[in-house]
């Protein structure tokens, strides 16, 4: 690392390098300081600077700061299981996900609000990657993120929490502005920074927790947003007042009451266009008001957002606590009107008054988990209404083998409903 003669450390060009971990289910990639990326912008070089650095230099909080260290930037690609519950991290299950995910949004200023966006980047705490083999390379964190809006204003979030057992890192230069001591013996480091990535600036503030009990707990507030003035959202304190909430800690009893998380939503390979926030306001009211016949749901119906793939979706937990059962509902747009008879697959289809065509399927078939090649039987069955708009709504219900999935009636009242037509 160059040095200039006034002790200013030159920042300089860092080229990004990626490792790559073999997936065992879906991939998710982020960068190891930080910003998402869905919002990072893409160049030939893929260069990333930082301020110059000084040293030595006086940081409030530290007794003793170490020199800048040198080294390049790693971007990480991770496989990770569909599940919550990740056997190398007892600490965490999707219970404790929810309660975090709630905790969490409580901690937020009264103003700010989380974007329409998919439960994955609407500030919900997602399952651990990977196992434990590379957990002192890589950490071993569940993350909530989310662009947050503060009036015309937007920007984003991420925080991550972690359990270690690992003592308070020491203060470097360049890595942190402030370490605040609070009366619990926990530590807060702090910065108010920016970076470059591919010659575009990105101004970023954090805050990093180190808590008694072993929790450190990490949250990062960037001016990265699209369609509004971008903004960095929360002020440093703010984010302090985030990570020392209390329902961040690896060791809090989770609530009486919280719920598992609800089932993930995927969809088909077929990319649809996105729905905006007021049609979907409109058809949530519709379907909380669809009689559930004494169905029990761990949640209300009337919560649909984006899906990965484009249109909307909710999945909800149906039958006693427990019970391995969901109730999924998707909607897109820009389908084409099927044909009406439809025999493949077990697949039966029919047209109702208003020309659009009602398929319906029932099926059994097998799946394994991360851990086991033996397959679990499961049993579904599935209604889907393609309207003349192009519009379709799927309403699946899936069980154990040995279950009886959702009744038809219910699963084509929920689907025929012309209030859930997009147009």
């Given at each position: 690392m160059g040095k200039d003669p006034?002790?200013?450390?030159?920042?300089?060009?860092?080229?990004?390098?990626?490792?790559?971990?073999?997936?065992a289910a879906y991939g998710v990639a982020g960068l190891l300081f930080g910003p998402t990326p869905e919002s990072a912008p893409q160049?030939?070089?893929?260069?990333?600077?930082?301020?110059?650095?000084?040293?030595?230099?006086?940081?409030?909080?530290?007794?003793?700061?170490?020199?800048?260290?040198?080294?390049?930037?790693?971007?990480?690609?991770?496989?990770?299981?569909?599940?919550?519950?990740?056997?190398?991290?007892?600490?965490?299950?999707?219970?404790?996900?929810?309660?975090?995910?709630?905790?969490?949004?409580?901690?937020?200023?009264?103003?700010?609000?989380?974007?329409?966006?998919?439960?994955?980047a609407s500030l919900v705490f997602q399952p651990i990657l990977g196992d434990d083999s590379r957990r002192d390379e890589f950490g071993s964190e569940t993350d909530a993120r989310a662009t947050v809006l503060r009036g015309d204003r937007a920007g984003a979030l991420r925080v991550a929490v972690r359990q270690s057992a690992r003592p308070v890192p020491p203060c470097v230069a360049g890595a942190l502005d402030e370490r605040r001591a609070l009366a619990d013996g926990t530590v807060v480091d702090v910065q108010d920074t920016w970076y470059e990535m591919n010659r575009v600036r990105t101004l970023s503030r954090t805050a990093t927790?180190?808590?008694?009990?072993?929790?450190?707990?990490?949250?990062?507030?960037?001016?990265?947003?699209?369609?509004?003035?971008?903004?960095?959202?929360?002020?440093?304190?703010e984010l302090v007042t985030i990570v020392t909430t209390p329902g961040l800690r690896v060791t809090v009893p989770i609530p009486p009451g919280t719920p598992d998380p609800p089932g993930r939503c995927i969809t088909g390979p077929d990319r649809s266009p996105e729905i905006d926030e007021a049609r979907a306001r409109r058809m949530n009211a519709v379907l909380a008001a669809i009689?559930?016949?004494?169905?029990?749901?761990?949640?209300?119906?009337?919560?649909?957002?984006?899906?990965?793939?484009?249109?909307l979706c909710q999945v909800v937990r149906t039958g006693e606590p427990g019970?391995?059962?969901?109730l999924s509902i998707q909607i897109t747009t820009g389908q084409s009107l099927p044909q009406q008879d439809s025999p493949d697959d077990g697949m039966t289809s029919r047209r109702l008054a208003d020309g659009a065509v009602l398929a319906s399927r029932e099926s059994r078939y097998g799946v394994s988990g991360p851990a086991s090649s033996a397959l679990t039987m499961r049993g579904s069955r599935t209604v889907t209404v393609t309207r003349p708009s192009g519009t379709q709504i799927e309403v699946t219900s899936t069980v154990a083998a040995a279950d009886e999935p959702v009744?038809?009636?219910?699963?084509?009242?929920?689907?025929?409903n012309p209030g859930l037509d997009v147009s």
């Open positions: 006034d002790g200013t450390v030159s920042h300089r060009k860092v080229v990004l390098t990626c490792v790559v971990v073999v997936a160049a030939a070089d893929n260069s990333y600077v930082t301020p110059p650095v000084q040293f030595p230099v006086r940081i409030p909080g530290c007794d003793i700061v170490e020199p800048p260290r040198d080294g390049g930037l790693s971007g990480v690609v991770f496989g990770v299981q569909e599940g919550y519950d990740n056997p190398a991290y007892p600490w965490f299950s999707g219970r404790r996900a929810m309660a975090m995910t709630d905790a969490l949004r409580a901690a937020l200023p009264a103003d700010a609000e989380i974007a329409f966006a998919s439960p994955r927790a180190y808590l008694p009990d072993g929790t450190v707990a990490s949250a990062n507030a960037t001016d990265e947003a699209a369609g509004r003035a971008a903004a960095v959202p929360l002020t440093v304190d009689p559930l016949d004494g169905l029990r749901v761990d949640r209300p119906l009337g919560a649909l957002l984006p899906a990965d793939w484009g249109g019970e391995d059962a969901l009744s038809w009636a219910l699963l084509e009242s929920i689907a025929a």
